[in-house]
């Protein structure tokens, strides 16, 4: 099955600083790749997703790339704000016949410091 | 607010009792998914179901039960649980085409106690 490898497990940046999250995947078949965010005492919200037929989305702060051959995407958030802080999980999902299954990565934990 | 409404948000049980915990969605989702989440594996999937009809065990112990009446609620029944089980229980649903985001709902904190 899929395994989704996700680094670095926590992250601390500096308040206007860059970060960036990378996750390796397993099965070649996945096709859908999306980003969740996680806040404490809430359940994962979807921030981004990209599929496989593109190399690069980007909404406002947050960009995601995908390189297929190597079987690694990454999440890209710039000019961070304390409220960035979260915790953040990539997933990848293969097509199945029946109900979509995703696997999720280990998770960051990102603190933005002001 | 994503549309998936978990209850209770905490529940603390001891080990002989039966609980259960209950998902309602009314995104009009063919799809519905327990994870759970814990310190040692942060999201790992139990059940999913689809159009009611359970489509994947992910070898979970026979204490969890797990329950789909229609196509809008997820139950979790719980019973004889151990301290480890312990953990925050994650619904989520998905429209059930292929390759589409799933929507969590807020989380069941269960502690055993």
């Known amino acids: 099955g899929e395994n989704v490898e996700q680094h670095p497990s926590t992250l601390s940046v500096q308040e206007g600083d860059s970060a960036v999250i990378k996750c390796t995947y397993s099965d070649s078949a996945s096709n859908y790749f999306p980003w969740y965010k996680q806040e404490l005492g809430k359940g994962p919200q979807l921030i981004i997703d990209?599929?496989?037929?593109?190399g690069e989305k980007k909404d406002q702060r947050i960009a995601v790339t995908l390189n297929k051959t190597a079987k690694h995407f990454s999440l890209h958030i710039t000019e961070t704000q304390p409220e960035d802080s979260a915790v953040y999980f990539c997933?990848?999902?293969?097509?199945?016949?029946?109900?979509?299954?995703?696997?999720f990565g280990g998770g960051t934990r990102v603190l933005v410091k002001p | 607010e994503t549309g998936v409404t978990q209850t209770p948000r905490h529940l603390v049980m001891g080990m002989t009792n039966k609980k259960s915990l209950k998902c309602e969605q009314h995104?009009?989702?063919?799809?519905m998914y327990w994870y759970k989440q814990s310190a040692k594996k942060p999201l790992e999937l139990m059940f999913v179901?689809?159009?009611?009809?359970?489509?994947e065990n992910n070898s979970v112990p026979s204490r969890f039960s797990p329950e789909c009446p229609n196509s809008s609620h997820l139950f979790l029944h719980l019973h004889t649980l151990q301290p480890e089980d312990s953990a925050l229980y994650l619904c989520a649903s998905s429209p059930g085409r292929m390759n589409t985001e799933a929507f969590f709902g807020q989380g069941t904190r269960l502690t055993v106690v």
């Open positions: 990209i599929r496989s037929n593109v």
């Open positions: 179901y689809s159009l009611e009809e359970r489509v």
């Open positions: 997933a990848a999902m293969a097509p199945k016949a029946a109900g979509n299954k995703l696997t």
């Open positions: 995104l009009g989702h063919n799809a």
